[in-house]
């Protein structure tokens, strides 16, 4: 029996699903990752660098900037194949629950009700100083072009920057979205990991909790991920290829 065939069967005979998602499973709507190499005039820099309190301290219009580009880059993708399959399998039926580092609302936009972001949504804006979220109009979230150094507008209560409601590195992780995230994966019967590298803790803790709580996990990803556990299932390939198939092998409409 090939790894599709037998994440299918584990699946079919499951009931409580999770999705841990990251960069890669938006890669095909045209949204970069993050270890992969930077495209554009952000080659220059290094995210880990860019994705930090310190860097919007030192340089705030080009933090934001950089923000509003990738705002930007979100707002004009659309949801792959991939997004549309894990929305699917909970109209078929399976209790899904997903869980993504990522901060686009792809997996919203493909009819997800409930996202869990453990890293924090571009969508959302705070105060850098007092952590009130900010609504902002449409014309103070537009750039035109990639790397404009953008000054961020002011929180109207305390006059701090307005910043993206992302976690950066070296921020903790919104606590009632990690602790729903481990209830979840301490509980599933398979936890489907697509498209992270697992390098960012504490996020990437998450497929070895659900091996220790005799989950199967189940990686969908172009290398090769898997922690050696024989409660894994390798699934080499793209997300917008590989989850189609497995549903189709559960039978269940894309
Ligand atoms: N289908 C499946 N997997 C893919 C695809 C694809 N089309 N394209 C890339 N990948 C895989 C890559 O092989 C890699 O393992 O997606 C993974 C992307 O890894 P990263 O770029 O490290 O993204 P991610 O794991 O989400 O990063 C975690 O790091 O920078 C921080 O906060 C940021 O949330 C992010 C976190």
Redesign the pocket.
């Known amino acids: 029996m090939n790894h599709m065939q037998k994440a299918a069967e584990v699946l079919a005979e499951a009931r409580r699903i999770v999705f841990f998602t990251?960069?890669?499973?938006s890669?095909?709507s045209g949204i970069p990752?993050?270890?992969?190499k930077l495209t554009g005039l952000w080659a220059k820099h290094d995210?880990?660098r860019l994705?930090t309190a310190d860097a919007f301290r030192e340089n705030p219009a080009l933090v934001w900037g950089w923000y509003l580009w990738r705002r930007r880059q979100v707002t004009v993708a659309q949801p792959n194949a991939?997004h549309h399959s894990i929305s699917n399998l909970a109209d078929a039926g399976w209790d899904v629950s997903v869980i993504t580092?990522?901060i686009d609302d792809l997996h919203e936009r493909a009819g997800v009700d409930v996202v869990i972001h453990l890293?924090g949504t571009l969508l959302k804006v705070k105060c850098f100083a007092c952590h009130r979220p900010i609504a902002l109009e449409p014309e103070q979230l537009s750039i035109s072009t990639e790397g404009e150094l953008v000054e961020p507008p002011r929180c109207s209560r305390c006059n701090g920057r307005a910043r993206p409601g992302v976690v950066w590195f070296r921020e903790n992780l919104p606590e009632d979205a990690w602790l729903s995230a481990v209830r979840l994966v301490s509980t599933c019967d398979v936890l489907i990991s697509?498209?992270?590298?697992?390098?960012?803790r504490p996020?990437a803790d998450l497929p070895e909790m659900a091996i220790r709580a005799n989950a199967t996990v189940i990686h969908?990803?172009?290398?090769d991920?898997s922690l050696g556990s024989d409660r894994e299932i390798m699934l080499l390939g793209?997300?917008?290829q590989v989850l189609p198939e497995l549903l189709r092998c559960l039978g269940v409409r894309e």
Do not use: K, W, Y
Request: proline share 3%.
């Open positions: 990251g960069a890669g499973i890669a095909e990752t993050f270890r992969d995210p880990e994705e991939g580092q990522n890293h697509v498209g992270t590298s697992g390098v960012v996020a969908v990803n172009l290398e991920v793209s997300a917008a």
